[in-house]
């Protein structure tokens, strides 16, 4: 048997601390203090402690660390805000994007469909009015639902636009005519002349006359449509002609609108500014389509032609409904960028529309006119870039 005296429990001593003048702390009050010490670290929560880890006075050298820690916290904090920030402006970019890629969307869809519809239904007053309908019922259902704020207009106002109305209607209408008679990428490749046309008539009706580099930057766009419909195997006057009418009418409207001057109310912006042009552009071009041709587009008349009664209806209105949203998208993004952006968007859009409607109708191109619809397209870009650069513009 062991002895009772195997049992005895040791002695309790006194801790010691290596340094006497510093005696150490129970374990537990070290863990508090080390708690605290961890804590009093942290941005935004740094006080001077008047005393060190050994409950004596803190050093001048640990107090100046402490300063300078929290002032680097600060300076931390106030540069917090900038990430917000930089996520914003990384969500309007998106925003951007996804509006670009819509107004190209709907434009492709929009060629494509009113190509089939117009290869088929040789009306281009039925169609274009059946786009200016289907316009004045989403604008109206727009006003009515509060979607867009509903316009205060007053008669002057009016007055004023409607000009701008009358050649938006023709310039559509030509448009529609030229698509029913050439191909789709022809079309845009005439249409890249819009530069040629703003120039001339805003030096005519408006005297601003263009720089040099601007008229030499014409050059490449007047050769290469003329290169271009040299070599169209679809070509017809009445398809040339058409589009360039469409180019003076677009055009025309661009330099009216500088002209009058038309003076909006808080509520006219650009998307009801358009909005009104459709609903205008419906009740002048309804009776003219009523008076020349006749209201062709209804079911009747188009079963008794044999087609397909449901599938043109139905592809008309997919492309008036495309044909005003990529209008509208124009003018939400015209409304975030510049002009020459803006300018530069549009040469872009009209290269991918080409391109999808010779992919989708596999229209035939040759060698040469690939070349002048790439040299009239380039003269277009290299335009809209010396627009960018050129001073104001001098009056005659």
Avoid at 82 to 94: D, F, I, N, Q, S
Avoid at 199 to 214: C, M
Avoid at 220 to 231: C, E, F, Q, Y
Avoid at 338 to 356: A, D, E, Y
Wanted: net charge positive; proline share 7%; aromatic share 10%.
């Amino acid at each position: 048997m062991q002895s009772a005296a195997a049992f005895r429990p040791c002695p309790t001593r006194p801790l010691q601390s290596p340094n006497p003048s510093r005696p150490l702390l129970p374990a537990r009050l070290l863990r508090v203090s080390s708690s605290a010490s961890a804590a009093s670290t942290r941005c935004g929560a740094v006080r001077p402690r008047p005393f060190g880890p050994g409950l004596l006075p803190m050093s001048p050298d640990r107090e100046s660390r402490v300063r300078l820690r929290q002032v680097a916290c600060s300076a931390a904090g106030d540069a917090a805000p900038a990430k917000p920030e930089e996520e914003g402006g990384l969500v309007k970019t998106l925003q951007l994007g996804a509006l670009f890629g819509l107004w190209y969307l709907f434009n492709i869809y929009f060629n494509i469909y009113n190509k089939q519809v117009l290869k088929v239904f040789p009306y281009p007053i039925n169609i274009t009015t059946v786009q200016f309908a289907v316009g004045t019922v989403v604008a109206l259902f727009m006003w009515i639902t509060g979607i867009l704020k509903r316009p205060k207009i007053s008669g002057p106002q009016l007055v004023a636009i409607l000009p701008l109305a009358m050649v938006h209607t023709m310039g559509n209408l030509f448009t529609n005519l030229s698509l029913g008679r050439v191909a789709v990428s022809f079309t845009h490749t005439i249409k890249a002349m819009e530069p040629f046309f703003s120039v001339l008539l805003s030096a005519i009706f408006l005297g601003e006359l263009p720089t040099v580099w601007v008229v030499l930057s014409l050059l490449p766009i007047v050769g290469g449509v003329a290169l271009a419909s040299l070599t169209e195997a679809s070509f017809n006057w009445i398809g040339f002609w058409s589009a360039m009418a469409s180019n003076v009418t677009f055009q025309s409207r661009n330099v009216l609108s500088k002209k009058l001057m038309v003076k909006k109310e808080e509520s006219l912006d650009n998307i009801n500014l358009f909005s009104i042009i459709t609903v205008m552009s419906f009740f002048l071009l309804a009776p003219v389509a009523f008076l020349t041709e006749g209201i062709k587009i209804t079911p009747t008349f188009l079963q008794s032609a044999g087609l397909n009664v449901k599938q043109v209806l139905t592809r008309s209105l997919i492309a008036a409904l495309c044909f005003h949203a990529y209008q509208q998208v124009s003018y939400m993004i015209l409304a975030r960028v510049s002009p020459v952006t803006h300018s530069v968007g549009n040469c872009v859009k009209r290269v991918v529309v080409i391109v999808t409607s010779v992919m989708f109708f596999r229209t035939p191109v040759s060698p040469i006119n690939s070349i002048g619809t790439a040299i009239a397209l380039a003269g277009v870009f290299l335009y809209s870039q010396l627009k960018r650069l050129k001073p104001k513009p001098k009056t005659a």
